[in-house]
Structure formats: C-alpha cells, structure tokens
C-alpha cells in the first residue's frame, strides 16, 4: 500500500511541473497575438473553474459531513480573514501569487486526503489521484503566468514547481500516518482551506481572467467545474 500511496501521490504531483513546462513553452516559443492572449485568459479561467469545483464537490461537502455547524463555520471564516490578510501583504509588496497560493490550498489538503482514503478505499483513492493530477495541470500554468509576472525568472519559476510536485507525496503520507484516524482535524484542514481558496478566487483570480467582449473565458470556467463534476461523479 505505501508504494501506492508515493505513487499515485507522484502522479498528482507531477502534473505541477508539467504545467509549468507548458507554461514556459506557450510563453517563450508562441508568438505573441490576440488569440495567444484569449488563450492564457480562458486557461486562467478554466482553472478557476476547477479550483471552484473542488472547493464546492470535494472540500466542503468533506467538512461538512464531520463537523458540526460552529466549528466549520469558524474555520472557513478564519481561512478567508487569514489570506485576506496574507493578500493585502502580498500587494503591498508588489507580488502576484494568488493562483499559486489556491493551487497550495487545493493540492495540499487533497493529498492529505489522498492519503487517509488509502486506507479505507484504494478504488477510490487511485481516481481522486487522477482527478487532482487533473487540477494541478491548468492551475500550475496559470500559476507559472503568476510568478514570471512577478518578477521570478522562469529558471526559479520551475524549479519551484519542481519541489512543490514532491508536496503531494509528503501530504499523502501524512495523511495516511497521521490523520487516518483523526476525521475532524482532517475536516477542518479543508474547510479552513476553502475559506481560502473562495476568497483568492473572487478577489484576484477571477476578476483577472476576465476579457472585456469575450465570451470564451466564462465558459473556460464553465469547462473547468464541469472536469470537477465528472471527476466527482466517478469518485
């Protein structure tokens, strides 16, 4: 089971990397055009829209199954106040994260979770890592865009990336050690993120996908909650 678990957790992870490496590749090698920009846009919105899905169909719905109203409410509110504050810092000092700090948020609670399922349902655990190795795609390109935008080289940018797809591994065994048999911390973990998560999404993600006269962006996120709905539904 453990081989598993570094396995399947790798898959999940290594799909950050590879986004970053598409990313790079459409932004040095892809001439630059409006359809180029249309592009980066809709990609940037379809990940918002996957990025909502597994906060409305994954961990949510998960938090709310194990706690009970007042706890989970305080939990969602203190992730939401926390990276409001953390957002605020981060503008001040001129950085544009936002993607990459939702992309964390999702990631690394999922694996946790990735993890604890091992344990109960391997079925279900192997489909949930495909169904995160499938986020982490779109949302490490939008975060690539993110960091080089910054001001990070695409050198650091990578290799940033390159670390971050072994945090599926570390989370997944943690998950499966540690948290197993504790159902209300592993809750809380992801509610607390999704109180994150909704607030990066609607303060800096969304609103910077957005194309004045295009229409394409919005059903990009369309797209991406349907991925997240497909991938429920089969989990």
Same mark, same amino acid.
């Given at each position: 089971?453990?081989?598993?678990?570094?396995?399947?957790?790798?898959?999940?992870?290594?799909?950050?990397?590879?986004?970053?490496?598409?990313?790079?590749?459409?932004?040095?090698?892809?001439?630059?055009?409006?359809?180029?920009?249309?592009?980066?846009?809709?990609?940037? %919105? +379809?990940?918002? =829209?996957? /990025? $909502?899905?597994? @906060?409305?169909?994954?961990?949510?719905? &998960?938090?709310?199954? !194990?706690?009970?109203?007042?706890?989970?409410?305080? %939990? +969602?509110?203190? =992730?939401? /106040? $926390?990276?409001? @504050?953390?957002?605020?810092?981060?503008? &001040?000092?001129?950085? !544009?994260?936002?993607?990459?700090?939702?992309?964390?948020?999702?990631?690394?609670?999922?694996?946790?979770?990735?993890?604890?399922?091992?344990?109960?349902?391997?079925?279900?655990?192997?489909?949930?890592?495909?169904?995160?190795?499938?986020?982490?795609?779109?949302?490490?390109?939008?975060?690539?865009?993110?960091?080089?935008?910054?001001?990070?080289?695409?050198?650091?940018?990578?290799?940033?990336?390159?670390?971050?797809?072994?945090?599926?591994?570390?989370?997944?065994?943690?998950?499966?050690?540690?948290?197993?048999?504790?159902?209300?911390?592993?809750?809380?973990?992801?509610?607390?993120?999704?109180?994150?998560?909704?607030?990066?999404?609607?303060?800096?993600?969304?609103?910077?996908?957005?194309?004045?006269?295009?229409?394409?962006?919005?059903?990009?996120?369309?797209?991406?909650?349907?991925?997240?709905?497909?991938?429920?539904?089969?989990?």
């Amino acid at each position: 089971m453990l081989t598993s678990i570094i396995l399947f957790s790798a898959f999940a992870g290594i799909t950050v990397f590879i986004g970053g490496l598409l990313a790079n590749y459409f932004n040095h090698h892809i001439k630059e055009s409006p359809v180029k920009y249309e592009i980066t846009h809709t990609l940037m %919105s +379809f990940g918002a =829209g996957i /990025i $909502l899905s597994a @906060l409305a169909l994954v961990l949510i719905p &998960k938090g709310m199954e !194990q706690l009970t109203l007042l706890p989970m409410v305080l %939990s +969602f509110l203190f =992730g939401a /106040i $926390l990276f409001m @504050l953390l957002d605020r810092y981060l503008a &001040k000092k001129g950085g !544009q994260i936002a993607t990459l700090l939702a992309m964390i948020m999702d990631f690394v609670p999922e694996s946790i979770a990735l993890g604890a399922v091992f344990a109960l349902d391997q079925s279900m655990a192997t489909l949930l890592a495909i169904f995160i190795g499938l986020q982490n795609l779109p949302e490490a390109f939008n975060s690539y865009r993110d960091l080089v935008e910054s001001g990070f080289s695409a050198k650091k940018t990578l290799v940033i990336f390159f670390a971050l797809s072994f945090f599926g591994i570390i989370a997944a065994l943690i998950g499966h050690f540690l948290l197993a048999d504790s159902p209300n911390l592993t809750a809380h973990l992801m509610t607390f993120a999704s109180g994150g998560i909704l607030y990066l999404l609607i303060q800096d993600i969304i609103p910077a996908s957005k194309l004045d006269k295009n229409y394409l962006t919005s059903l990009g996120a369309t797209l991406g909650f349907t991925v997240g709905i497909i991938g429920e539904k089969i989990i």
